[in-house]
Each structure stands twice: as C-alpha cells, then as structure tokens.
C-alpha cells in the first residue's frame, strides 16, 4: 500500500472527527491511539487515563477501529482490563466485526481506510468517581496483527 495515500487518508480523517466531534456534547472522553506501520503486536497494550467525576450519569462505551482495506481478517478480538479507582479490576473480551459475510468492509470508509465505532456497553453507570484506567491488547492468534492502523476508546453520555 502507498504510505503517501495511507498519509493523506489518515489527514483527511483526522480533519473529519476534529470537525464532528467539536460539537460533540455527549462525549465524555475519546482518544485513539496509532498502532505501528509495522503491525499490533501482542505485548503493545494501549492504556487510557479517564477521569470520571460524575458517577451518576449513564454512559456508553464504544471501541474505535480503523482498518486498511489489506486487512486479512473481518474481525479483531480485544481484552479489555479496567482498574477502578479503588483498586479493583475486571477484564473483558470483545469481538469487532470489520467485515461482512461477503467481505465487504463495515464502518465509515475514506478511501481503502475504514473507521468503525463498535458499541461495547451501553447505558452504563460508573460505580465510582475518580480515575479509571482501561488498557486494550489484541486478542487474536497471530502476535502481529497486521494494518490495523488505530484503535481508541470512547465514552459518551447516553442520549
């Protein structure tokens, strides 16, 4: 794949969430983070800091994937383990279709680049205030998975 054109639709991407989402009064935290050109290794675990200061208000979880259309599978597997902010931990497993039966990509597309927002939990409490860390590892077979190009972590109110 050309980096040149993986580069522009990656800018042109970045451009179309900083515009939508400046208005974007539900969310509560979004971040995605790169993976490396050369692939999402195992031990690469992506980590999130949030801050929750209002336990009370009901929220859903979604996971962020974007995928080069070269990408060989139609899903991923994630662990996701969230610490609490007194100390506590639980983990759960998530699988994100990217791709129909027929192979066809799901999501947002720009270009051969794919954006999907996977809900995860909807319409949850926090059980407490204060600092919460969620840390998201691949789960697939391979231990490089190959032109998954970012993943993130989005919370928004419920609406």
């Known amino acids: 794949m050309n980096q040149r054109k993986i ?12 515009f939508f989402t400046s ?22 675990i992506l980590k999130f800091d949030v801050d929750i200061k209002d336990a009370s208000t009901p929220t859903n979880f979604y996971v962020n994937v974007r995928n080069a259309d070269g990408y060989p599978y ?24 990217l791709a129909d039966e027929k192979g066809k990509w ?33 789960g697939m077979r391979a231990d490089i998975v190959p032109l998954i190009m970012d993943v993130g972590l989005r919370i928004a109110k419920t609406e």
């Open 23 to 44: 208005c974007d009064r539900a969310r509560i935290f979004e971040k995605n983070l790169d993976i490396p050109e050369t692939g999402w290794k195992t031990d690469n």
């Open 106 to 138: 799901l999501g947002n597309g720009l270009g051969d680049i794919y954006d999907n927002q996977i809900l995860f939990k909807k319409n949850v409490r926090f059980p407490l205030a204060g600092k919460y860390t969620f840390e998201i590892q691949h």
């Open 74 to 97: 139609s899903n991923i597997y994630l662990f996701l383990k969230t610490k609490f902010p007194n100390g506590k931990m639980s983990n759960d497993t998530l699988e994100c279709i």
């Open 7 to 18: 580069k522009y639709s990656a800018l042109l991407f970045l451009i179309s969430v900083l």
